[in-house]
């Protein structure tokens, strides 16, 4: 196994999600998990009123967008990211990147990149 595979881990608002999906499945990206997860960051959140009280709301709600990348250059893939995503604003997201030592599909055991591969099996 001599693939070289990288996990992308986008997080940011819900709000861009569907233009973010389009432009990565332009640039040849299809598969990815999504997940809704709660979060801070440098913003620390907000205040609201709820019932006449003033109530902080330290985690918001955001979307954790995971991807492993093998044929795609990792480089696109976060330029396609920043370019959609950013606004200037605080909450745009942060993009984290891992190294993949190897990739097992369940169903069959193919490993690397034949466990990205879609054949019917």
Partial sequence: MNDI???????TSPSKFEELKE?????????????????CGV??????????LSID??????LKIEIVVCGV???LVVETAKKVLHTGNMGDGK????????IIRISNGAEGRDSLRYEEE
């Fill in 23 to 39: 432009a990565l499945n332009a640039i040849g990206i299809s598969g990815m998990t999504v997940s809704n997860v709660l979060g």
């Fill in 57 to 62: 709301i330290n985690l918001l709600p955001k």
């Fill in 5 to 11: 595979f990288s996990k992308v881990d986008i997080i």
């Fill in 95 to 102: 993009i984290f990147i891992y190294d993949v030592k190897n």
């Fill in 43 to 52: 913003q620390k959140g907000h205040k609201e009123n709820y019932r006449g």
């Fill in 73 to 75: 250059p990792v480089d």
